[in-house]
């Protein structure tokens, strides 16, 4: 009797000053959302720069950008990564890496990029292509059963930090083209969200596909 009355109030303190303690990080960075240890993030992505940038700004068309990206999505990937749930032949070499981290570490990881601000990129500038791409982000294809992207990824591209729906503004073109196709085709199929994507891709043509891609990479705050 007695103990469980002071587990009760030792509990109820603890998740008291969890809360402050959210509270206050979440005051500092209302937008991005961060409760990873950056820092110690920071000291856990040397093998990752090669191909992603020291700060998460990746310089191939085909390597996704992590900058900017939100701490949730990150840390969902990457728990899916090193669980062999995504599969990517780049990624795999650094698999058994990611193996030895725990979730906290993959979770410093995701808050480490997650700090820093999304770089901007430029849309090709082809009439045809951001027509396209403008409608159907912005507004979907009903007869195609196409939803609008802006409503799970916002209308300048942000996504949404809290239901972990990623960041597309600025990611690179081709990375944006391969993930759609990766989602048409199925491959692309870890956890329910990515089902989600994969219900929305397929109805999508080869040029919606690049006209999506031109846009998103183009689009910013
Ligand atoms: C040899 C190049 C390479 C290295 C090294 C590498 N990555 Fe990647 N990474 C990629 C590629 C390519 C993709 C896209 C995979 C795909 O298309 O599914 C990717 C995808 C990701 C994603 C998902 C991004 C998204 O928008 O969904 C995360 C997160 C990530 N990498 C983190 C890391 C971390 C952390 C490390 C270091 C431990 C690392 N990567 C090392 C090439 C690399
Ligand atoms: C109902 C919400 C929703 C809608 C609508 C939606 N998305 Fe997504 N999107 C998601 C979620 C959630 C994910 C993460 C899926 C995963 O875990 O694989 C995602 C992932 C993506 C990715 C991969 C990002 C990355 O970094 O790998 C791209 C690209 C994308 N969506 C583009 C689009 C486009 C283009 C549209 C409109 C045609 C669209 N989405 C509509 C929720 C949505």
Known sequence: MKYSLI????FGLTIGLD???DKSKEIKMPETFISGDATK???LVESCAACHGADGNSISTDWPKLNGQNQRYLYEQLKYFRDGERMNV???SVTPYLQTLTDEDLLDIAAFYAQYNPTVGQA???ED??????????FG????QIPACTSCHSVYGE??????????????IGYLTSSLKAYRSKERNAGESSLVMQAIAENLTDNEIDALANYMHGLYQ
């Open 129 to 138: 292509l951001l027509a396209l791409g403008t409608q159907l982000y912005r």
């Open 7 to 10: 587990l009760f109030v030792y």
């Open 159 to 172: 996504g949404n930090s809290l239901a972990g729906y990623p960041s597309v503004a600025g990611q690179q």
């Open 19 to 21: 809360a402050a303690d």
């Open 141 to 144: 294809n009903m007869k195609k």
């Open 41 to 43: 993030g920071s000291q």
């Open 124 to 126: 090709k500038n082809d």
């Open 90 to 92: 780049l990624m795999m």
